[in-house]
Every structure is written in structure tokens, then in C-alpha cells.
């Protein structure tokens, strides 16, 4: 059988944009000069965990080795991969096999569930399967791991069932499953459920006012998971399916990491981008202490994704009063030892998507910049400021973290726009000609 496995192609590079270089660099130099803390917990090799994905270690990449270490037992942030698939637990993986010819699939007991599948609004949904006819319970293709929900194939009936978010129960009773091996296609489209059967139209239904919510292949509460093969997953985020998935699945040893015959904690997707990985911080404490602080001129980088951003919110903070924070209104705050007169950073309302968020000061001036743009010159006469944790013991930031750094010294422009160029997705190499994020 062969479900037209496409060949990968090279993603995130513009037409007619090479890159040069390899590495976080690209042939343009890093700012090393006065770096004392350097953290990339995009990194896996860099990070520290004291149990499943929760990091208690972030490993300094500068000369300085200040690594950052986790304030309390309960207080990790979460290692969140891009576009992986993880293990529900060690004794329910799924296993990696052969199923004649060198055609591999993912094969599923009733237990067996792989976390961290990327749900979306509308979509299309596309799964190539054989669990045979006539299964002896209902069979879920991917769903919600903390509920009875999903995508079924119905306990001895060639039909499907899709069950929402609010317990609503689509029942597609006109579908005909034709043999073991199949290929069954979900569509969500504003207000339309459609099912497909190796590529024919069997029913669309009406499910105006559900959402279908899922971040589970296969369940992990009872005993109704897939028991059988996974040729492929692909979805898109949007009902149409023309173009390439955004999210893609296929049983590879590359893909993985295990050879044929063996279980599988950690899957990766077509569309996994190890730079695009980021430590999940839940926004209540999580911290980690070491940062080092500093007494003059300084520069700090954050690169990273808000996940609310009208509420208060902890980027830096200090075991004394020091701070830079996010109130409620949507603005970034410094507050300096005294914990009084905060500094509103005007000019920038925070918004959603990765930004890089840095402060240098330089006597008594302090720069703001966003996106390598800067937004606005802050006298600082006078005030000290000292960071020596990331995030905070209460309300800690809820984002998703890609990158922070510290130097004792002011930034140049140019050490600016190093954090800002755009950048390969593949090798995070900064294209050529470097170009930073218009204004």
C-alpha cells in the first residue's frame, strides 16, 4: 500500500533569499563581547530536567557560566517541542514497525497515546489506518487527553463518530469502511463537519455552535485507542487541503529515533523545527535563580511569545524590589531597587506573536527596543536595578520563552539587530541579505 509519502522539501526560506552560514550566527558574528549569561532553551541539549518535560536547569552558553537553576522543587517551566509528539507514559508508547516491504507504520495497542498534538479551529484532517473491520470497541484516532472526546471509528460498525468539546455526538452512519486499510479524512469548516472515506464524500453535517479541541492521538483514560497501524498523519489548519499540511506525520526512523520493532517516546513531524521549540512557563512561579546582576551599563534580550497580556507578569525579577514586569495595561515596566516609581515603556503595547524585547542602558539613558526598532529613550538618573531571576516567585510570566541574555555593557545597533534578523528555519542561520522586521 502506498499512501503517496510526498519527499521533504526546504521550509521558511523566501524565494530567491539564500542564507548563509550555519548555527545561530549565519556568518554574522554573535555579541560575545561583555556577555555573562546566555540562554537558548530552544535547546534540549541545554536544559536540565527533573522529571518528564519539566526543566529544573538552563545551562549558560557563555564564557561566564552563570547557569540558572530552578527557585523551587514545584516551580519548572515546561519544555514545550515544536511539532513533536511525546509518549503518554513509558508503558503505553507505541511501536515503530514493518509492515512487509519496508513500508513502516505506527502501530497502536487499545492503551497507547502520544501527547502534544497541535489542535486548531477548522481544519482538515487526513489519516491513513488499518485497524480491520468490525473493531471490538471503539477505536479513538485523536482526541482530548483529559476526556472521552474525538475522532472514533465505532465499536463494531464501519462508521465514524466525532464527539465536541461540549459532548455533542456526530454519528457519520453513511460511512462504509471497504477494507483494513483506509484512508479517513475530517474536515471542520466554519460550521460544517464533513467525512471522507479514501477520498469519497460520505456525509457533512451541521455543528454550528461546537468546537472540536484535540492534543492526543489515540487515549490514554480507557482502553479505546487505535489498535492498529498509522500510515500517516497530516493536518491542515483550515478546511482546505491543496497546499502543503501544517502539521504532518509519518513513520520514519529518522522521524522516531528508534529503528523498526522499537517503542516510541518522542515523534517527530515533518514540520518539526528544533529552533522553534520553547520553554511553557504557566504564569503562577515559575523562576530560575543565577541570573547575574549588574552594577552600571548593562543590555538585556528576551525574545519570547505573551500568552495574556493584560495581566501582570514577570519577565526579570530580583529577591529585593527590582523588576521588569508587564502590567495590565498592556505596556512593559521597569522598576528599579527602590520598588517604587515604576518606568512605563511607552510607545509599545505588547502583542501576541514572538517578539525580541531588549533594554541597554548606558549612563543614565536607557534604550528600549522591540523587534531590533527603537521605541523610546528612558532617563534612569540616578536608579539601580538588579535581575537576578527569570521569571518570579508570584505571578510569573505566561509565555512561551525562546531566548534571554545578559551583558554588562550598552548594545550597539548592530548588536541590536543581531537577535532580530530573519532567520532559517531549518539551521536558524540568518539570511542573506540579514534583514530585521520593519517597524
Not at 229 to 242: E, I, P, V
Not at 305 to 316: G, M, P, R, W
Not at 365 to 386: A, E, H, M, P, Q
Not at 400 to 416: H, I, K, M, P, S
Request: charged share 20%; hydrophobic share 35%; glycine share 8%.
Amino acid at each position: 500500500m502506498n499512501f503517496g509519502i510526498p519527499f521533504k522539501r526546504p521550509w521558511g526560506i523566501p524565494f530567491g533569499v539564500p542564507f548563509i552560514g550555519s548555527g545561530t550566527g549565519g556568518g554574522i558574528p554573535f555579541p560575545s563581547s561583555g556577555n555573562v549569561g546566555y540562554y537558548t532553551p530552544f535547546d534540549i541539549t541545554k536544559l536540565g530536567f527533573s522529571s518528564a518535560n519539566n526543566v529544573n536547569l538552563v545551562v549558560d552558553q557563555s564564557t561566564a557560566s552563570n547557569n540558572l537553576t530552578q527557585g523551587t522543587a514545584s516551580a519548572n517551566m515546561v519544555f514545550n517541542e515544536h511539532d513533536t509528539v511525546t509518549q503518554f507514559t513509558s508503558a503505553n508508547q507505541p511501536t515503530l514497525v514493518d509492515t512487509g516491504g519496508g513500508e513502516l507504520a505506527m502501530e497502536f495497542t487499545n492503551v497507547s497515546a502520544l501527547n502534544n498534538y497541535p489542535s486548531s479551529t477548522d481544519f482538515c484532517i487526513k489519516v491513513a489506518v488499518n485497524i480491520g473491520l468490525n473493531p471490538s470497541a471503539n477505536q479513538r484516532l485523536i482526541g482530548q487527553s483529559n476526556a472521552y472526546r474525538g475522532i472514533f471509528i465505532r465499536q463494531q460498525k464501519q462508521t465514524i463518530r466525532i464527539q465536541s468539546d461540549n459532548d455533542a455526538l456526530f454519528d457519520f452512519n453513511t460511512v462504509l469502511i471497504p477494507s483494513t486499510d483506509y484512508e479517513i479524512e475530517v474536515k471542520k469548516d466554519n460550521n460544517s463537519l464533513s467525512v471522507y472515506v479514501d477520498g469519497t464524500l460520505s456525509e457533512t453535517k451541521d455543528c454550528t455552535g461546537e468546537t472540536f479541541t484535540y492534543d492526543q492521538i489515540g487515549i490514554s483514560s480507557v482502553s479505546q485507542s487505535l489498535a492498529g497501524g498509522l500510515y500517516f498523519l497530516r493536518q491542515w489548519n483550515s478546511a482546505d487541503s491543496s497546499g502543503t499540511p501544517d502539521f504532518e506525520l509519518l513513520p520514519t526512523v529518522d522521524s522516531c529515533n528508534v529503528l523498526a520493532g522499537q517503542q516510541v517516546s518522542r515523534w517527530n513531524s515533518t514540520t518539526h523545527r528544533a529552533f522553534k521549540n520553547r520553554l511553557l512557563s504557566d504564569g503562577s512561579n515559575d523562576n530560575y535563580d543565577g541570573l547575574p546582576t549588574q552594577a552600571g551599563d548593562f543590555s538585556y534580550v528576551f525574545k519570547c511569545e505573551f500568552d495574556i497580556i493584560a495581566q501582570t507578569e514577570y519577565l526579570l525579577s530580583d529577591t529585593g524590589d527590582s523588576a521588569w514586569l508587564l502590567l495590565a495595561d498592556g505596556l512593559l515596566y521597569l522598576r528599579d531597587t527602590t520598588g517604587s516609581n515604576d518606568i512605563a515603556l511607552t510607545g509599545h503595547t505588547i502583542e501576541a506573536g514572538d517578539h525580541v524585547y531588549i533594554i541597554s542602558r548606558e549612563g543614565d539613558d536607557l534604550k528600549y527596543y522591540v523587534d531590533s526598532n527603537l521605541i523610546g529613550t528612558f532617563d534612569v538618573t540616578g536608579r539601580t536595578f538588579t535581575f537576578s531571576r527569570v521569571g518570579a516567585t508570584a505571578d510569573s510570566i505566561k509565555t512561551l520563552n525562546a531566548e534571554w541574555g545578559v551583558w554588562n555593557r550598552a548594545f550597539t545597533q548592530d548588536d541590536v539587530d543581531y537577535f532580530s534578523y530573519l532567520r532559517d528555519d531549518d539551521t536558524n542561520a540568518i539570511l542573506q541579505p540579514p534583514l530585521t522586521p520593519a517597524p
